[in-house]
């Protein structure tokens, strides 16, 4: 028998973000105006770590389903961007990286968070966070993802929860 585990969801204003990565957000004391055209920028809101190659912007496109989390997956060669556009909202579950150079290990189900993002910030996951595709709240949820190019074929550990670890998650929000 498939254990469930429920877990539920925060806001990622409520919880410490920092075993799982970076919250992309700008804070204005580092905001930079070129004063020619009118423009803002803050620089340093994160940094992606790549071991080699190119950076890949891909389109992530996320239709609605039940918030039962069956997968997990991570990579140990880059870490990886979720950019939400239109103001999407959606829903991770994430559980921080461990033992990244032991192909074989399994993430800590004991350490899974579901995190909801409401689409005025961005996320950057160290190398090797366990998370899963986003949970769109809404219908839809479009995301600019960035990592290593190449990440989707040769840097993908998937876990099967109820295969590999006889447990799910129901997330509740």
Not at 58 to 82: I, N, P
């Amino acid at each position: 028998m498939v254990e469930k585990i429920e877990i539920k969801a925060q806001h990622l204003s409520e919880i410490d973000f920092s075993p799982y990565g970076q919250v992309l957000d700008y804070d204005s004391s580092e905001q930079k105006i070129y004063p020619h055209d009118n423009v803002i920028v803050t620089p340093n809101i994160g940094q992606l770590e790549i071991d080699t190659g190119a950076l890949d912007l891909m389109h992530l496109k996320a239709t609605r389903r039940d918030f039962v989390g069956t997968m997990l997956e991570r990579h140990v060669l880059t870490s990886q961007t979720f950019i939400p556009l239109l103001g999407c909202c959606g829903l991770f579950l994430l559980a921080p990286p461990e033992d990244l150079e032991n192909k074989n290990s399994l993430p800590d189900l004991d350490k899974v968070v579901a995190v909801i993002f409401d689409g005025t910030k961005g996320i950057n996951l160290k190398i090797g966070t366990w998370h899963c595709s986003p949970f769109p709240i809404s219908e839809i949820s479009n995301y600019i993802m960035v990592s290593r190019a190449g990440t989707l074929k040769d840097d993908l550990k998937l876990v099967d929860l109820p295969k590999q670890m006889n447990r799910y998650f129901e997330i509740v929000l």
